[in-house]
């Protein structure tokens, strides 16, 4: 499921730590709420600027802290414009995170990700379902240990979904996606 998020409601312009930790009070009881494997998208649609205390506040302290106290919970960024995007990707690198941009149906990984991460990002999300680590690693001709250190750094980053399932052999193996 998907939850809307806007930050609209709390000014078009975004600033200080105060106002971002009262807007992430609000965003932590929806993720709290929210069912493991839930998306929840910060809707930046008609604000216009951010400065970097909010951003770090907010953004980094959330997405920092998604994958231990919301786990299987999901951050994504919508509508945003060239200033607030270039804002947030400096953010993100500054912290060394990394985050989802959804613009329409196309899902972006910004922030600090190695090129090798934003190769994995994106064949998930042009895959449009989920995938095994070793049909990945046949994809890119890498070996199986190498796609299994990709794919873990970026469930650890909150930004790909891992699910058990069973292989037709009746083990356990897990499937990876793009959070929609």
């Not at 609209?8 to 312009?13: D, E, F, L, V």
């Not at 500054?94 to 934003?118: N, W």
């Not at 199986?144 to 990709?150: K, N, P, V």
């Given at each position: 499921?998907?939850?809307n ?23 932590h ?7 493991e ?67 329409g ?8 990700a ?67």
């Amino acid at each position: 499921m998907i939850h809307n998020f806007p930050l609209h409601k709390y000014g078009r312009q975004l600033w200080t730590r105060d106002l971002a930790r009262k807007v992430r009070a609000e965003l932590h009881k929806i993720l709290e709420k929210a069912d493991e494997g839930d998306a929840v998208v910060l809707n930046l649609k008609d604000v216009e600027v951010f400065d970097f205390s909010f951003a770090n506040e907010l953004f980094g302290k959330t997405l920092f802290s998604l994958p231990a106290e919301f786990p299987g919970r999901f951050v994504l960024f919508e509508h945003l414009t060239p200033y607030t995007r270039e804002n947030l990707i400096n953010a993100l690198e500054g912290m060394k995170l990394m985050a989802i941009s959804r613009k329409g149906g196309t899902y972006e990984l910004i922030g600090k990700a190695h090129p090798a991460d934003v190769e994995t990002f994106n064949a998930l999300s042009q895959l449009r379902q989920p995938s095994t680590a070793a049909n990945l690693a046949d994809m890119f001709r890498v070996n199986l240990t190498a796609m299994h250190e990709r794919l873990n750094k970026l469930v650890e980053a909150g930004v790909v979904r891992r699910e058990a399932s069973t292989s037709s052999a009746g083990r356990v193996q897990y499937l990876y996606a793009v959070p929609r």
